[in-house]
DNA sequence: CTGAATCATTCGAGCTGTGAACGATATGGA
DNA sequence: TCCATATCGTTCACAGCTCGAATGATTCAG
C-alpha cells in the first residue's frame, strides 16, 4: 500500500508538473501563489515555515513569480527586514488556472472510476491527510 | 485531490525511505530486490526497462547490493557481455525485511483508521494503480 | 571476416534543495 | 545613548540524484 500510494503520489505530481509548465511555473509556485491566497499578505520568512521549506527557496520563487507579475514585494513599515509579498490581480488569474490544471489532472486520474468511487477515494484521501498532515 | 495524493505519496515515501535507511539501502534497492524477486534472474538490461530507469542507475544500485551481500552477479554463459543479477540468501532475508519495514509504515499511515476504512482505502488505491499504470 | 548492434560501465552535466556566510535592520539591557 | 545579540532576506558554494554520451567487450548479420 505504501508502495501503491508512492507512486500514485509521484504520477499525480508529474502530471501536474507537465501541465503547469505551459503556464511557465513549476508546483512549488503554485504552492506559494496558494499559500498566499489564504492569509493573504505574509513575510518570507513566515512562508517558508508555511510551506515547510528554507527561506532560501522561497526567495528563488518569489524572485521568478515577480518576474510574471504574480506577485509583489513590499517592504514592512512596521519591519524594514521584511518583504511582505501580495499577490497581484495576475497572480490571482495564475492560481485559478492553477486549480483548473489540477482538476484536469483530477478528472484524467480518475478517468474510468464510477463519480460514486471517485467521490469515496477523494474522501478517504481527505481523511487521510486530517490525520496525518499537520494542519 | 492531486495535492492531497501528491503530498500523502511524498509521506509514505519518506517515510519508508527513513525506515530502510536503518537496512543500508534505499527504496530504489527495495525495488530491485522486489524486480528480482518475481522472474528471478535477469539481465541489468531488462531490469533497467522493467524499473523504467537508465541502466547505469542498475549498475550503482547493484554494486550496493553485491557489497551488502545481497545480489550475485554471473556472466550469462549464452551471451556473456550479460550480467545475470540473482537474488542471495541474504538478499532475500533483505528483502523480507523491506516488506516488514512497508507493513509498518502501512500501520503508521493507517493509524486511527476503522479497519473498513484502511481495506477500503487500499482497494481504492489499488484499482487506480491498476487503471494508471502500466503492468 | 567485417561492420553494425548490444551489454555493462564510466564519466561528465544539469537540476534541486540545503546550509553557511553576509549585510541590513531591530531589540534589549547597561 | 550605545553596544551586543537576534532576525530577515539574500547570495553562494556544495552535495545528491538522475540522465546522456562515450568506451570497451562481445555478439550477430551478411
Request: glycine share 0%; net charge negative; proline share 25%.
Given at each position: 500500500m505504501v508502495f501503491n500510494l508512492g507512486v500514485l503520489g509521484a504520477l499525480a505530481s508529474d502530471r501536474f508538473a507537465g501541465r503547469v509548465e505551459a503556464l511557465g511555473i513549476k508546483p512549488k509556485h503554485a504552492a506559494l501563489l496558494a499559500a498566499l491566497d489564504d492569509g493573504s499578505a505574509a513575510s518570507q520568512q513566515e512562508l517558508a515555515t508555511r510551506l515547510g521549506v528554507v527561506p532560501s527557496l522561497i526567495v528563488a520563487l518569489a524572485d521568478q513569480l515577480q518576474e510574471l507579475g504574480a506577485v509583489e514585494r513590499v517592504r514592512d513599515?512596521?519591519?524594514?527586514r521584511r518583504q511582505m509579498l501580495t499577490l497581484t490581480a495576475e497572480g490571482r488569474r495564475l492560481l485559478a488556472r492553477c486549480a483548473e490544471t489540477a482538476e484536469a489532472v483530477d478528472a484524467d486520474l480518475t478517468d474510468g472510476l464510477t463519480p460514486a468511487q471517485r467521490t469515496a477515494l477523494a474522501r478517504h484521501l481527505r481523511t487521510l491527510g486530517e490525520r496525518q498532515l499537520p494542519h
Open positions: 513599515p512596521e519591519d524594514r
